[in-house]
């Protein structure tokens, strides 16, 4: 069964680094989006993109954080400069027929 | 504004004990769609259900079932003779537009099955 895969699934950085989380959504959806899970709370909307844009974002989702369809396989999640509560699980997901597929989420550590 | 609440923060139970996770949701959109998800300690989010404001049919997938009432805006979630494999934190999560899943979640209920 088709699936999304991230990778990595753990990242360590040092604050004020850049990350890229990368991801591999299904092949035929057409909605891609980011969530976060701060431990120990709930998954939180980051952004949805959908025809090599972004389609929405939330507040969390600041000029920090940008998303990327580079080779129309990959998409990814970049943080440019990192900060101590940007530690926290992020989840790709997929969308077709409103059924929102995750993946297996990448640990970020921010130290 | 979407809000899910999910009262029950933690619930434990013996093995095959039934359980139900309650979930009560606020929008003021008429179409809307509702989601349940389970997180097993390894972390990923799994897809259980998705659920339309138009389908009213409770639905039964083995020993999951839902139970969709629009009149108290709640989604709860039944599984019958629990196992120890069922232990994991249960999302309940709310989206209103088409296509364009930008979930609300709820804070979760963490269910342990007690063997």
């Known amino acids: 069964e088709p699936e999304v895969t991230q990778t990595p699934s753990h990242q360590v950085t040092q604050m004020g680094q850049e990350v890229i989380l990368r991801c591999v959504p299904i092949s035929n959806h057409l909605y891609f989006y980011w969530y976060r899970q701060i431990l120990g709370q709930k998954v939180e909307f980051l952004v949805s993109f959908y025809n090599n844009e972004i389609s929405e974002k939330s507040e969390i989702f600041d000029d920090q954080f940008s998303v990327e369809r580079p080779d129309g396989s990959n998409f990814t999640l970049k943080i440019r400069s990192t900060k101590l509560e940007d530690s926290a699980m992020y989840f790709c997901?997929?969308?077709?027929?409103?059924?929102?597929?995750f993946g297996s989420g990448t640990q970020l550590s921010v130290l | 504004a979407q809000k899910v609440t999910q009262a029950q923060t933690e619930i434990s139970v013996v093995e095959k004990e039934d359980v139900t996770l309650d979930c009560v949701y606020e929008?003021?959109?008429?179409?809307?769609?509702l989601f349940w998800y389970k997180q097993p300690p390894s972390g990923e989010l799994v897809f259980l259900i998705r659920r339309n404001s138009f389908d009213e049919q409770n639905e039964i997938s083995g020993r999951y079932s839902w139970n969709f009432q629009k009149s108290t805006s709640s989604f709860n979630f039944t599984i019958t003779a629990s196992q120890v494999v069922d232990s994991a934190v249960y999302f309940c999560a709310l989206a209103t537009n088409f296509g364009n899943e930008k979930l609300t979640f709820g804070t979760g209920t963490r269910l342990t099955i007690i063997p």
């Open positions: 929008t003021r959109d008429t179409t809307y769609y």
């Open positions: 997901a997929s969308s077709r027929n409103e059924k929102l597929f």
